[in-house]
């Protein structure tokens, strides 16, 4: 892994550079009014901050199309800021109202909305691969070019669903993106004690297919290597995985304190995402002190905005409860009636 | 009407609906070549075209989980998933994922998924491949479980659940395959949540479900004979359940008995039992009984396996200790 950002900008303008930081700083400042939130007040929701990971969810939505889709895992705020669902939206969901994602009955971690593009995925690691496979199934038999981005963690590659779904994917030449994100821990087990590789990558051989391995701290290497097996996916060469390495700099959840060394916490925090990409822009002229400060204070606008909304919006009420489980059906007596 | 067989019901409804709506595809292992183990899809493959009926690898988490995908974005897939037993290996597609995907998008996805699994004791194929597991999935809410016992009712119930826009997981006794019976030609549906009163009767109800039903039909032809009148109700969809049916019934009757193949604890009898003294305890004349299997795994052996299912007798000895 090199030290360095990447200077590899290829067909990106200034603007898509700018777009990248911004989406890259939103994601920060948000999960960051989130650990403020839950500490001063306490939240509904069990906070997965991707401080640290932002540039995985950034650089690989930015090399999709509007009509492509995504499965977040687990700790993907920087997709659904960067797929376009508001912060007010998502702040809402933190916080449970009736505003936010699926009227406040789901986590809005896990939120799916399909006109953006995004699946929804449940609590169970690991359980999105399928889902993704059916994504991909369901552009091959329209015969669209869209492709799916299944992301997923390095213990979830240990499930059998990730074997299952990565073997179905490729004996159908599938348009889906499987894009690990190794952090290196699930929960508190080091990958050293979940598997015996160095690399998930590997395991794409086993499938007949590419496996690339990526600095997921790089947002440049990680939009790259996106558009790439995008790029392939659309062409009926099938499925690609992609294994970026980066570090949770927060614990599982906000719930779980976690003993990690303060030497490993510092060697990560030097190759911050954000850090890195800033100096690049400076180094590079894309980014002065100015613009910097501009775009700080509009997301800090932004989040202040939406937590505002997000308090002020109430919870669901009691009628919700029924709600949303079967199509043409109501529910009388907490019984399932047909129409 | 024309004559066919369960099996050849199950397949008219299927070319029906497939070639009626482009979007529908079928998905399972063994389908192009075989059509399924029971051969219910044979010849389909003549038809239709590896995009629309598709063979799928022993990866039944994924096919599945794979099907909750497309549906959700806009197909209508069909999984034949062989072996009711292997609903298991694809749990978490269905409980955590198929029913609940409309609630987690907040009401704006839909999920129009079958699941078709063949079910029940009686080939001697030991306890992992003849079980009978509907209990469990109607103790998760967002799915509907169908269960059709006759010809007819499966080419409308098949019909009308490849169109529903909600998960279905759609069971077929596997001896029910040969049997034969008048079928409506084209255009067939019925509604999930409607019972059917298969025998009108006035001295006891009997709810039974697939291959039970005809066995509770021939007990009450013997019953009749010796002077007692059953009514035999088939719920044909266990979620949604068509109480009212079952309700009326017990009014006219006060007395229900419920017969099914699966065993007993837990199961969808216990169910039905306990709506009735919840809602229909003033009718009862009698305790309310069941013939199940007992609580055991399913014997490979036949003589063991054959003690082992549900028969016609224990239906007769029950109504005969009810109504004295």
Redesign the interface.
């Known amino acids: 892994m090199s030290e360095n950002q990447s200077d590899m900008i290829g067909n990106l303008t200034r603007e898509d550079l700018i777009q990248l930081y911004r989406n890259m700083i939103e994601t920060r400042f948000f999960e960051e009014m989130v650990s403020s939130l839950n500490i001063q007040k306490g939240i509904p929701e069990t906070a997965h901050l991707c401080i640290g990971q932002e540039a995985i969810g950034v650089g690989a939505c930015y090399a999709l199309q509007k009509d492509d889709y995504v499965v977040p895992a687990l700790r993907d705020r920087s997709i659904f800021l960067s797929r376009g669902v508001s912060a007010a939206i998502l702040m809402a969901g933190v916080l449970a109202k009736v505003t936010g994602p699926a009227k406040g009955k789901w986590p809005a971690h896990h939120m799916g909305d399909l006109e953006k593009g995004i699946m929804a995925a449940s609590l169970v690691i690991g359980s999105q691969f399928p889902l993704a496979v059916g994504a991909g199934l369901a552009f091959s038999q329209k015969g669209t070019d869209q492709v799916c981005v299944c992301f997923f963690g390095d213990g979830a590659s240990n499930r059998g669903d990730f074997h299952e779904s990565l073997n179905l994917a490729a004996i159908l030449q599938l348009p889906v993106i499987f894009l690990c994100e190794n952090n290196f821990y699930a929960i508190d087990t080091p990958t050293s004690k979940s598997m015996l590789i160095e690399d998930i990558a590997v395991r794409a051989e086993s499938y007949g297919i590419p496996g690339m391995i990526i600095d997921g701290n790089d947002v440049l290497a990680v939009y790259h290597a996106v558009d790439q097996a995008a790029v392939r996916a659309r062409a009926g060469e099938g499925p690609t995985l992609l294994e970026c390495k980066t570090y949770r700099m927060r614990p599982h959840t906000e719930r779980l304190q976690e003993d990690r060394s303060e030497e490993e916490l510092e060697y990560w925090s030097g190759k911050c995402p954000i850090k890195r990409f800033t100096e690049f822009l400076y180094d590079h002229d894309y980014l002065d002190d100015n613009l910097e400060k501009k775009i700080k204070i509009e997301t800090d606008g932004m989040i202040e905005e939406a937590v505002r909304f997000a308090e002020d919006s109430p919870y669901p009420g009691a009628e919700e409860l029924f709600e949303d489980i079967c199509a043409d059906s109501e529910y009388r007596e907490g019984w399932l009636c047909m129409k | 009407m024309h004559e066919m067989t369960y099996r050849e019901a199950v397949q008219e409804a299927l070319i029906e609906e497939m070639q009626r709506d482009p979007?529908v595809?079928m998905l399972g292992e063994n389908l192009r070549l075989r059509g399924g183990v029971y051969q219910v899809a044979k010849g389909l493959a003549d038809q239709f075209d590896e995009?629309r009926i598709?063979d799928?690898?022993i990866?039944e988490?994924?096919?599945?989980?794979?099907?909750?995908?497309?549906?959700?974005?806009?197909?209508r897939?069909i999984v034949d998933l062989m072996f009711s037993d292997f609903l298991p290996l694809a749990m978490?597609?269905i409980v955590?994922?198929a029913s609940?995907?409309?609630?987690?998008?907040?009401?704006?996805?839909?999920v129009p998924l079958v699941i078709r699994a063949f079910f029940g004791a009686g080939t001697s194929l030991g306890c992992s491949h003849s079980q009978s597991l509907e209990a469990w999935l109607i103790h998760c809410?967002?799915l509907?479980v169908v269960m059709p016992s006759t010809p007819a009712d499966v080419k409308g119930l098949l019909k009308a659940s490849i169109r529903?826009?909600?998960p279905i997981v759609f069971l077929e006794h596997r001896l029910l395959y040969s049997l034969k019976g008048d079928v409506p030609e084209g255009e067939y549906l019925i509604?999930?949540?409607?019972a059917d009163v298969k025998r009108e009767g006035t001295d006891i109800t009997i709810v039974a479900t697939a291959y039970m039903v005809h066995k509770a039909l021939d007990a009450a032809d013997i019953l009749e004979q010796q002077g007692i009148d059953v009514e035999i109700i088939d719920p044909r969809s266990l979620?949604?359940?068509d109480w009212d049916t079952i309700f009326h019934s017990i009014q006219k009757t006060g007395r229900l008995l419920i017969a099914h193949e699966a065993c007993k604890t837990g199961g969808f009898g216990a169910e039905i039992a306990a709506i009735a003294s919840e809602k229909a305890f003033g009718y009862l004349d009698a305790p309310v009984k069941r013939v199940c299997a007992p609580d055991v795994p399913v014997p490979f052996s036949p003589p063991l396996e054959q003690l082992y299912i549900p028969t016609k007798d224990d239906i007769i000895a029950a109504v005969r200790e009810m109504v004295s």
């Open positions: 979007t595809f995009s598709l799928m690898p990866s988490s994924a096919f599945v989980g794979a099907a909750v995908g497309a549906a959700i974005l806009g197909t897939p978490d597609q955590n994922h609940k995907m409309r609630y987690m998008y907040g009401g704006k996805a839909s809410p967002g509907k529903d826009n909600d509604s999930l949540g409607s979620m949604p359940l």
